[in-house]
């Protein structure tokens, strides 16, 4: 019974532990259920929470498109708008001007209306009272007297359209001229070439002059008589000076100093074969410088006299001016001045280019340059009208437009700053005749021009001029100077008065 009673209990915790067993069991796998059934419950809410999110801003997105959308309509509509109010107001801002325009114009009209009816009741006024005077006339005095009306406003009204004509005429020629010497200035540029009378030959040493010299001066003598020139032996160190007008002289007696320094065989002999080499020599360069200047100038068919005449002057000078140089420059503008008024150009140019020609031979023939230049070009067969021109571009009655030209490209030439300039000559006589203006004055001793004649410096007797006349000496010499003479600038004219007191201690 108790074994039954005992297994019966043993049974019993067996069977509770059992029990217990099986629901801790029971209640651990229904816990881990639970957790995953809320894992999985949690996945499913957050992939749905991001699929509302990810909803939302695409409706968001969308929203925000379509608003920007319809702002940038609404935009562009009020930009229509403003645009159509603009061109609207600018439509109106022209219409305002244009009725201001009229509004003036109008004005306008109705003062030369009321300026009109003034002018018309004077003419009534005027008619009233010549028909009270016609009302007097017989028909054929009326007649007449209208007539003579008649006959001076025609007069009138021709005269002021013929001095309108002119003068708009006038305006337009030198407007054209202008022009034309504008244009053809600009497309020339020459140098400017100084004039020389002198040619400076250099020696080896001071022993050659003897030997130019020679013997009792004949070989000095020699080359003086065979080439026309002046040789200056003087005491320039290592040097000799050739004196000549004539260029062409003056430029075979250097050629031939040059070959006798160098050769060292100076006797008359000698000389005078280096002085027809050397002539031969210079033709060569003037035909040369001929056919280059030809060249230059753009001038075909001269004949060959007239080409070598041409190319002396190469060695000739005008107003410093080089002649040569001085002719192509003619020839080229007179041929531009040619072709902008429609001239013959070839002719222009040719005749440009010959008319100092005559300047080749002056030393040698008689007459003005003019004059001796258009008998050559004729004489070698050119053509009659630049024969013409030659003959009247200087001092002489222009009857061609060729001859006008060629005057005018003269001119232009010579006018050209710093192509010419005077002379030697003419400046020693300027400061020649300054002097001799000063020395005409009572108590003047000496008289100097100094500074390029730009000051004039009178010594005066001490005895015979006093403080006070030596000032209204200097003033009246001025005054003469001005009156007298011609000159640049300013001159300064300066009166010294010297004392001296000598005494001899003995």
Do not use: W
Request: net charge negative; charged share 30%; with cysteine.
């Amino acid at each position: 019974m108790l074994i039954a009673v005992l297994v019966a209990l043993v049974a019993v915790v067996v069977g509770s532990g059992l029990g217990f067993l099986l629901r801790s069991i029971l209640s651990a796998k229904s816990a881990r259920a639970v957790e995953e059934a809320s894992a999985q419950q949690m996945r499913r809410a957050n992939a749905r929470s991001k699929e509302i999110l990810l909803e939302a801003k695409e409706l968001a997105l969308q929203v925000r498109t379509e608003s920007e959308a319809r702002l940038n309509e609404q935009k562009s509509e009020i930009q229509r708008q403003q645009n159509r109010l603009e061109a609207r107001e600018e439509t109106l801002e022209g219409r305002s001007d244009s009725l201001n325009e009229r509004d003036s114009e109008l004005r306008k009209q109705s003062d030369e209306i009321a300026e009109d009816k003034k002018a018309l009741d004077a003419l009534k006024q005027q008619a009233s009272e010549r028909l009270e005077t016609i009302s007097s006339l017989s028909v054929a005095d009326a007649r007449q007297q209208l007539f003579d009306q008649a006959e001076e406003d025609v007069q009138f009204e021709l005269a002021r359209r013929y001095r309108d004509a002119e003068l708009e005429a006038q305006d337009q020629a030198d407007d054209k001229a202008r022009e034309i010497l504008a244009a053809s200035m600009q497309r020339l540029a020459a140098a400017v070439v100084s004039e020389a009378t002198i040619t400076t030959i250099s020696l080896p040493n001071d022993e050659m002059k003897g030997r130019l010299i020679g013997r009792e001066g004949r070989n000095i003598r020699a080359i003086e008589a065979a080439t026309g020139v002046d040789l200056i032996i003087d005491d320039v160190p290592e040097a000799v000076t050739i004196s000549c007008f004539d260029p062409i002289r003056r430029e075979v007696a250097r050629i031939t100093l040059d070959r006798l320094i160098k050769d060292g065989r100076i006797q008359p002999a000698r000389i005078e074969d280096s002085v027809e080499k050397a002539r031969t020599e210079v033709d060569e360069t003037v035909r040369r410088a001929g056919q280059q200047a030809m060249f230059d100038a753009d001038v075909k068919g001269l004949h060959p006299e007239l080409v070598k005449l041409i190319g002396r002057l190469k060695f000739r000078y005008s107003y410093g001016e080089n002649v040569l140089q001085h002719s192509v420059e003619v020839g080229l503008v007179a041929g531009i001045l040619a072709s902008q008024i429609g001239a013959n150009q070839q002719i222009a140019k040719t005749a440009g280019f010959l008319h100092d020609i005559g300047k080749a031979l002056t030393h040698e023939v008689d007459g003005p340059h003019a004059e001796i230049g258009a008998d050559l070009v004729k004489r070698y067969g050119q053509n009659a009208r630049v024969v013409t021109a030659v003959r009247e571009h200087h001092d002489r009655e222009m009857t061609t437009v060729e001859s006008f030209l060629v005057a005018a490209a003269d001119a232009i030439s010579a006018a050209r700053p710093g192509a010419r300039h005077d002379t030697t000559e003419s400046y020693l006589q300027r400061l020649e005749a300054l002097e001799e203006v000063a020395r005409g004055f009572e108590g003047v001793e000496r008289v100097f021009a100094i500074q390029a004649g730009r000051e004039v410096r009178v010594l005066v007797n001490p005895e015979n001029v006093d403080d006070v006349t030596a000032a209204t000496l200097a003033r009246e010499i001025a005054q003469k100077i001005e009156e007298n003479l011609a000159y640049p600038g300013q001159i300064r004219v300066v009166v010294v008065r010297e004392s001296r007191t000598v005494e001899v201690a003995r």
